[in-house]
């Protein structure tokens, strides 16, 4: 199963929200989760050291995607981080990829902000049209928005529509849960609260150690079987 994170505004806390889906996968499947990285943030959030190679790299090489598997980052038992890696991450072999990740394990994509396209589904640099690829194709695409009209107005002129929704919530905002879920056209999954006990675990790189059972139990949903 793939499950794809994005959002359509910076500092949504789509990472965080990819990283918790996949810890709580990791836990409650019986099956490996894997976390992929598009933007470059996860091995940070997770304490790890940057890593010298990854998907970025493999991207631009004629290696079988088998080979993949040797930068694999173990973050727990069952769950393992492809790293982002460095430089610009192509398409031309998107496809290979998308077959790579057709496996019995649950995947969870971080694919940070998507911009609106000047071309339905790409026309921009290799890194934005690998993100709406996979983004486009996951089974289930998952927005990741606070309720910001500035968040919500990006969202609705986009090409794809999501098929869930995690909802952000911080205090003071006029929209409802209700406003946001008629404006996207998509069900709110679940209501994720802004808690300093996250931040203060990602801050750390600790969140895989520090991880807030809230937070986590509410993301259940992203990753349960379709």
Not at 76 to 88: D, E, K, N, Y
């Amino acid at each position: 199963m793939l499950v794809t994170c994005w959002s359509t505004k910076g500092g949504s806390g789509t990472t965080v929200i990819a990283a918790l889906a996949s810890l709580h996968a990791a836990h409650e499947r019986h099956r490996p989760v894997l976390l992929i990285d598009l933007c470059g943030d996860l091995p940070a959030v997770f304490g790890c050291a940057e890593a010298s190679s990854g998907l970025a790299e493999w991207l631009r090489s004629d290696l079988a995607p088998c080979s993949l598997e040797r930068v694999l980052e173990e973050l727990t038992p069952s769950l393992s981080l492809l790293p982002r890696g460095q430089g610009p991450m192509g398409t031309r072999r998107a496809d290979d990829l998308v077959e790579w990740l057709t496996t019995d394990a649950v995947v969870v994509v971080d694919a940070g902000v998507l911009y609106p396209p000047t071309e339905p589904l790409g026309g921009g640099s290799g890194d934005d049209e690998l993100r709406w690829r996979l983004a486009a194709e996951a089974d289930r695409s998952i927005l990741v928005t606070r309720a910001c009209y500035l968040a919500l107005r990006r969202t609705v002129s986009l090409p794809v529509r999501p098929s869930g929704v995690v909802l952000v919530a911080e205090a003071g905002r006029a929209l409802t849960r209700s406003d946001c879920e008629r404006a996207i056209g998509a069900p709110v999954l679940t209501t994720v609260a802004i808690d300093p006990d996250i931040a203060r675990a990602v801050d750390a790189g600790m969140l895989r150690t520090r991880v807030p059972k809230g937070a986590i139990k509410a993301l259940g949903r992203l990753t349960e079987e379709i």
